[in-house]
């Protein structure tokens, strides 16, 4: 067990040490663009909502929980679940946001491969002010709140402004160096002709729901998850008009799929993503795909997004994406304490509902704060893992161990205790090696408090916890087990993929 005490102001010290311990490691930025030496081809021009925006039109359609068979999630911020996509970028910017995303300068720093046909791209709002504004500017984010239904902000400063997929067919650079294939990539991707280009946007799904489930049997450009963070805008930077397929397809409330269809050119869709389980389906009949993704919180204070770093640590700059991460989320704890203490120094006496609300609080930051620690796995950790395994297996780990996949097939004796016990979900909850994985990890110390948490039926503590859908999810999946919690529990609670995988390993599950 940990020696870290796990009281809601020792967990915020602890963030408040780390931040300033990564600060610490970083640079002053702010260079004055006019001082790069870029080349006439890819200098920027200035961002202007009244010349790069599309005429403002809503979108046609707003998707509520409701209308998804999904009862409406206690951290839901709006009642719109999703939109159908709705013109946000006039044809002649696609050309320049493409130039901006692709620019050789830093393309391949901010670059990684998830598979054989998909590319992500981050944090080129860090090193292009273009791309950062065509983001966030305030006439872009009223547009995006105005459809969400609630007043958005981006939840990091850099790292999470326009997140690309981009679909290639990485055969065509086989044999090239890492800097030539992305020299070469950023060749293709920004050819003059996309600047001719016709808007094609549809606010239906051009699928049947017969045909779009074919599809995402037969597989899809990223798997079904959650997002990391509560809203997502998704904006379509290519020419869609002979490209089919391409939908975000919502798992309904009875498991049936509702396809939303892809953006076209210069559009973009609204998803609360961060609550309605998804995938993005491939496209085929086209050059490529590339979708600019930005991450939104609620603006108001006193909410306490849900948010998770699984799905992207992966594929992330970690130093940079954890230092952001840590001023995100302090920039809702911070205001969160001081109005504990500023209730606890100025009133006098305090009722049963002021004790009440204090005790709720107190839980809701101190998970917040925990949550905040947790997900900064170590680099060395991630690195390892990815070098072996590769991105994919981030996304299907926890769900095989929740459903049992992982379990099927030949089955395996465990290496940890090595008593011939056969692994599968009840002997990893009771295994008499499994403290040999990280004794002193912190999460020993939270799996501890859960499993005290999780046999009070309708405690204060657990209530508050499965107002988070995901961990509701989770959790009432584990009571139909009829079985005690176990470490695996609370690392695929917490969406700690990299420890589940470590652990897994260490009993002696091949991946």
Avoid at 51 to 58: D, R, S, W
Avoid at 181 to 203: G, N, P, Q, Y
Wanted: glycine share 6%; net charge negative.
């Amino acid at each position: 067990m940990s020696q870290i005490e796990n009281t809601l102001e020792s967990l915020v010290l602890q963030i408040h040490t780390q931040k300033e311990a990564s600060e610490q490691q970083f640079p002053t930025g702010g260079i004055p663009y006019g001082k790069l030496n870029e080349s006439e081809q890819w200098r920027e021009t200035k961002f202007n909502p009244d010349i790069h925006l599309a005429p403002q039109k809503e979108p046609d359609m707003k998707y509520s929980f409701e209308d998804l068979g999904i009862p409406k999630p206690a951290s839901a911020c709006s009642d719109i679940a999703g939109t159908s996509p709705f013109p946000l970028y006039e044809a002649e910017s696609i050309p320049l946001i493409r130039k901006a995303l692709l620019n050789p300068r830093y393309v391949e720093q901010t670059s990684a491969i998830f598979g054989p046909k998909t590319l992500i791209i981050r944090n080129t709002a860090a090193h292009s002010p273009f791309f950062r504004k065509m983001c966030n500017d305030p006439a872009v984010l009223e547009r995006l709140s105005c459809a969400a239904g609630v007043a958005l902000e981006p939840v990091m400063e850099t790292m999470e402004l326009g997140h690309a997929n981009v679909q290639v067919d990485f055969s065509k650079y086989a044999g090239m160096e890492r800097s030539e294939m992305f020299r070469a990539i950023s060749k293709d991707l920004t050819a003059s002709h996309l600047s001719e280009a016709k808007m094609v946007s549809t606010s239906t799904a051009g699928r049947s729901e017969a045909e779009i489930k074919e599809a995402v049997t037969g597989g899809s450009l990223l798997p079904w998850h959650f997002d990391s963070y509560p809203w997502v805008s998704v904006a379509m930077i290519s020419d869609t008009s002979s490209m089919v397929g391409g939908e975000t397809v919502i798992e309904r409330g009875d498991g049936s799929f509702a396809g939303i269809t892809q953006p076209g050119m210069g559009s973009v869709m609204m998803l609360q993503g961060g609550l309605v389980k998804h995938l993005a389906l491939s496209s085929s009949s086209s050059s490529d795909r590339i979708t600019i993704i930005t991450s939104f919180r609620a603006k108001a204070v006193g909410i306490y997004d849900s948010s998770f770093m699984s799905n992207i640590r992966c594929y992330s700059d970690l130093p940079e994406l954890y230092r952001q991460w840590m001023d995100y989320r302090l920039d809702r704890l911070v205001p969160g304490m001081k109005k504990l203490q500023d209730k606890r120094r100025f009133v006098k006496f305090f009722d049963e509902e002021d004790v009440e609300e204090e005790k709720e609080q107190r839980i809701v930051l101190k998970e917040y704060a925990k949550r905040t620690l947790r997900q900064m796995i170590p680099s060395s950790i991630i690195d390892a893992l990815v070098s072996r395994l590769g991105c994919g297996i981030f996304y299907v780990v926890r769900d095989g161990y929740v459903d049992g996949s992982l379990f099927t097939g030949e089955k395996t004796e465990c290496q940890l205790c090595k008593t011939g016990a056969v692994l599968e979900k009840v002997h990893l909850i009771a295994c008499p090696g499994r403290q040999l994985w990280r004794p002193d990890s912190p999460v020993w110390d939270d799996y501890f408090e859960t499993a005290q948490v999780v046999e009070q039926e309708g405690g204060l503590e657990l209530r508050k916890r499965m107002e988070e859908l995901q961990v509701k999810d989770f959790i009432t999946k584990w009571k139909l087990e009829k079985r005690s919690w176990g470490i695996l529990d609370e690392m695929a609670a917490q969406g700690l993929i990299e420890y589940m995988i470590e652990y897994l390993e260490l009993c002696g599950m091949k991946f």
